[in-house]
T-cell receptor, first 111, second 114 residues
Framework: AQRVTQPEKLLSVFKGAPVELKCNYS??????LFWYVQYSRQRLQLLLR??SRESIKGFTADLNKGETSFHLKKPFAQEEDSAMYYC?????????????FGKGTKLSVKP | DGGITQSPKYLFRKEGQNVTLSCEQN?????MYWYRQDPGQGLRLIYY???????QKGDIAEGYSVSREKKESFPLTVTSAQKNPTAFYLC?????????????FGEGSRLTVL
């Protein structure tokens, strides 16, 4: 079965501390994985995707096929990083936007 | 201003009534989607459409219906058969080819059944 698991509902860190939001997936074959973010009072938007191997707003995520993980990391958290984060997996055989989302992790960065 | 427009933002409905949520996009995207967002549940796919006059059921299609008569429009009807319709509904679109899976979301519609 195709599945995305985000084990933490809430993650609270202090400003300047490292942050890691966990994401594990279940998928046969080569997955396409994404991180979406929803800031307060804003639309849900794409943060990054693993195929681009990019760093956005200081965040990176590495696909680890052995551990079936795609954890989102940032070395020094900022208050403006506080948001809801969703890990997503493109459904096998699905169209470009046909994604399976995890339940989300709320990140709270304290001053 | 390009993007996805959902209306209304807030909607109240009495039990037994159907209600239609509007979704319009001017991004010239081929594919459109409806997701339902519940606290602690993440997003779940209701229906999607990859091309005009065609749509498919998602994971939780029961009690919902859609139409795709125009490329830019993908309305969702929440019928009286939907057992738990109170939720936040998100419409999204993506490019048919390329785009690498990026979804563009609307601001959402919050439906409350009284």
């Amino acid at each position: 079965a195709q599945r995305v698991t985000q084990p933490e509902k809430l993650l609270s860190v202090f400003k300047g501390a490292p942050v890691e939001l966990k994401c594990n997936y279940s998928y046969s074959g080569s997955p396409e994985l994404f991180w979406y973010v929803q800031y307060s009072r804003q639309r849900l938007q794409l943060l990054l995707r693993h195929i681009s191997r990019e760093s956005i707003k200081g965040f990176t995520a590495d696909l680890n096929k052995g551990e079936t993980s795609f954890h989102l990391k940032k070395p020094f958290a900022q208050e403006e990083d506080s948001a809801m984060y969703y890990c997503a997996l493109r459904r096998y055989g699905g169209s470009q936007g046909n994604l399976i989302f995890g339940k989300g992790t709320k990140l709270s960065v304290k001053p | 201003d390009g993007g996805i427009t959902q209306s209304p933002k807030y909607l109240f409905r009495k039990e037994g009534q159907n209600v239609t949520l509007s979704c319009e996009q001017n991004l010239n995207h081929d594919a459109m989607y409806w997701y339902r967002q519940d606290p602690g549940q993440g997003l779940r796919l209701i229906y999607y459409s990859q091309i005009v006059n065609d749509f498919q059921k998602g994971d939780i299609a029961e009690g919902y219906s859609v139409s795709r008569e125009k490329k830019e429009s993908f309305p969702l009807t929440v019928t009286s058969a939907q057992k738990n319709p109170t939720a936040f509904y998100l419409c999204a679109s993506s490019a048919g080819t390329g785009g690498h899976g990026e979804l563009f979301f609307g601001e959402g519609s919050r439906l409350t059944v009284l």
